[in-house]
């Protein structure tokens, strides 16, 4: 028997059968979603636990999904081959040898026997014929009686010393070009920027690690700094791909596999004794091209010429600055001219003792090093301007520039950041 209901009954009981509906609706929906989460972590879970994976020896290797060639390893294609050891052996006549165990090198007591030295890394850019020339630091082939290089396929041969500049740290040797294959080319050090990918190649730690590659980035573009035994600034670039004892000599290669320095020095610490991690510096490629084209030509480096002995402006007291040198309290950077030889472009202009030099052709100088740094971008025959101050009085002199002579210009002192040489 049906039971009838009374209109406002059967208006109140379809709300609550409306509401009843939504809600089952809502719930539905949730219920779903959830489920539908279930599932798909169930289904995430299963791809994650290999099938069979609990049973003994279950365990497999699946295929490698990420990408073997990317621009970092292209770059190294390029460039390894054209990577070589270099061996810096000399006559030792006991254990207690200067240069010991530099980068795992052994020493004899035999005297007058050859045994390693010190061993770095080079770079071969040229093939010319049967002749094949390798760059890498002066500091690696100092002292050398014998220079070996190892190529990448690992032969060794002898190589012979063309040129050696030690005021750029560069050498150029020549080897037999038989088993070379690969030469590196030169990009255009001017044309890179901070933050940009770099790698370094070479033999950290000796030909054991021969070819290793570090990747870092480009840190600074130009960075004035100077090895710990030179008094000569330089202008380097800066980098935090590794550079360790045995990488000297070694290029720093972009991600186009062209080489834009030559891996030189490595600060390690700074001068209150601060562990510093990340800071090695290479030779712009352009100054290595301009260096080793004059070493292959010349088999020496004639650089231009002041003829002056000189002393940072910030060796001398303030109080001297005033009364001795008489120079206006804005002037707090140049070189104090000690010395003029006779005979040289300084004195020829006139230049005298006391003199402060504090610009060449319009360039800022703040020490020494600096002005050798800005000098050393000039030929010999150039004329420049150099801007002094005497007796208060700034003036400017135009000053052609003679051949470099090994008495003719000496510094006290340099201000810039002491980096010491990667073997």
């Known amino acids: 028997m049906k039971k009838h209901l009374a209109p406002q009954q059967r208006r109140f009981w379809g709300k609550v059968i409306l509401v009843g509906v939504l809600a089952g609706l809502l719930g539905g929906g949730a219920a779903l979603g959830i489920n539908s989460a279930i599932s798909t972590y169930r289904n995430y879970a299963t791809t994650k636990v290999p099938a069979g994976s609990s049973k003994s020896g279950g365990t497999s290797v699946s295929k490698n999904k990420a990408s073997l060639t990317n621009e970092t390893t292209k770059a190294y294609n390029a460039t390894k081959n054209a990577v070589v050891s270099v061996i810096n052996k000399q006559a030792t006549s006991s254990s207690d040898s200067l240069y010991g165990n530099v980068t795992g090198g052994s020493t004899s007591s035999s005297s007058g026997s050859l045994e390693t030295a010190s061993e770095g890394s080079g770079v071969i850019y040229k093939k010319s014929g049967n002749v094949a020339y390798v760059v890498t630091n002066n500091h690696v082939v100092s002292g050398s009686s014998e220079i070996q290089v190892i190529l990448s396929n690992g032969k060794t041969v002898d190589a012979q010393i063309v040129g050696t500049d030690e005021t750029t740290d560069l050498a150029v040797l020549k080897i037999n070009a038989a088993n070379v294959t690969t030469v590196a080319t030169f990009g255009n050090s001017n044309d890179i920027a901070a933050g940009q990918d770099v790698i370094a190649i070479g033999s950290p730690m000796g030909s054991e690690y021969a070819n290793t590659v570090t990747k870092g980035i480009?840190?600074?573009?130009?960075?004035?700094?100077?090895?710990?035994?030179?008094?000569?600034?330089?202008?380097?670039?800066?980098?935090?791909?590794?550079?360790?004892?045995?990488?000297?000599?070694?290029p720093l290669v972009n991600m186009a596999g062209q080489v834009i320095g030559i891996n030189s020095m490595k600060l390690a610490s700074s001068t209150d004794g601060t562990s510093v991690e990340g800071m090695g510096f290479s030779i712009p490629s352009n100054e290595v091209v301009r260096v080793i084209n004059q070493l292959i030509k010349n088999g020496k480096i004639t650089r231009p010429m002041?003829?002056?002995?000189?002393?940072?402006?910030?060796?001398?007291?303030?109080?001297?600055?005033?009364?001795?040198?008489?120079?206006?309290?804005?002037?707090?950077?140049?070189?104090?001219?000690?010395?003029?030889?006779?005979?040289?472009?300084?004195?020829?202009?006139?230049?005298?003792?006391?003199?402060?030099?504090?610009?060449?052709?319009?360039?800022?100088?703040?020490?020494?090093?600096?002005?050798?740094?800005?000098?050393y971008k000039y030929k010999v025959g150039d004329t420049v301007t150099l801007t002094y101050y005497r007796d208060g009085s700034k003036k400017t002199a135009k000053v052609e520039l003679n051949k470099e002579a090994s008495s003719s210009t000496t510094t006290s002192s340099s201000s810039s950041d002491d980096a010491t040489s990667a073997e």
Do not use: C, F, H, W
């Open 218 to 250: 480009i840190s600074a573009t130009k960075r004035t700094v100077k090895a710990s035994d030179s008094s000569v600034a330089t202008t380097v670039i800066q980098t935090d791909a590794a550079i360790n004892s045995g990488n000297s000599g070694g």
């Open 306 to 375: 002041l003829g002056v002995s000189l002393l940072d402006l910030s060796d001398v007291s303030s109080s001297q600055q005033q009364s001795v040198l008489n120079l206006p309290t804005s002037v707090t950077k140049g070189v104090v001219v000690m010395k003029v030889e006779s005979g040289y472009p300084a004195a020829n202009t006139g230049l005298q003792q006391y003199d402060v030099i504090t610009a060449i052709n319009g360039k800022k100088v703040t020490d020494a090093g600096d002005l050798k740094t800005v000098l």
